[in-house]
T-cell receptor
């Protein structure tokens, strides 16, 4: 079945450092890809998405590009802030039917001042 | 606040007891999803409704689990004869049919003693 594999955490960075969280997927069709974020004590929020190959999703300084040839959707940010500390989930949505989300295990990011 | 709401936020119960959770989706969202998230894992799909019809159930949803959405608005998830392995965060999400993101509620954290 479809699956998502993302970089194991935790990841600890200093403020203004560059962030990459790797995400690869396995899917039979052409899924949509997502990054969700879970801040401490809060629910899951959509951070960005891409619906087809070569699309770039971006939000709040975060970016990810849908790479069909490498089945990847890596999350990047050029300069992280303390407020970016959260758990990040890569996910895919299967085409047709329910379009339920299939999530990776999550990567916890801590940014120190 | 017009987001997805869930009640209760926390539930502690003894093994063997029945529990019921409620989810109120964003109004006019006709798709509703239930997910389960255990510690250190990403959310896993449990079941999905389109209006009042339950259209898909995961194999994770054993016979002890039942979900309803009687009028196509709020939904309930019941677990009968709870087991310690049922301890998890139960998440509800809603979306408009066929497009748009899934919006997640804050979750109900279940602890089975």
């Amino acid at each position: 079945g479809n699956s998502v594999t993302q970089m194991e955490g935790p990841v600890t960075l200093s403020e203004e450092a560059f962030l990459t969280i790797n995400c690869t997927y396995t899917a039979t069709g052409y899924p949509s890809l997502f990054w969700y974020v879970q801040y401490p004590g809060e629910g899951l929020q959509l951070l960005l998405k891409a619906t087809k190959a070569d699309d770039k999703g971006s939000n709040k300084g975060f970016e990810a590009t849908y790479r069909k040839e490498t089945t990847s959707f890596h999350l990047e940010k050029g300069s992280v802030q303390v407020s970016d500390s959260a758990v990040y989930f890569c996910a895919l949505s299967e085409e047709g039917g329910s379009e339920k989300l299939v999530f990776g295990k999550g990567t916890k990011l801590t940014v120190n001042p | 606040d017009t987001g997805v709401s869930q009640d209760p936020r926390h539930k502690i119960t003894k093994r063997g007891q029945n529990v019921t959770f409620r989810c109120d989706p964003i109004s006019e969202h006709n798709r509703l999803y239930w997910y389960r998230q255990t510690l250190g894992q990403g959310p896993e799909f449990l079941t999905y409704f389109q209006n009042e019809a339950q259209l898909e159930k995961s194999r994770l949803l054993s016979d002890r689990f039942s979900a309803e959405r009687p009028k196509g608005s709020f939904s309930t998830l019941e677990i009968q004869r709870t087991e310690q392995g049922d301890s998890a965060m139960y998440l509800c999400a809603s979306r408009r049919q066929a497009f748009g993101e899934q919006f997640f509620g804050p979750g109900t954290r279940l602890t089975v003693l």
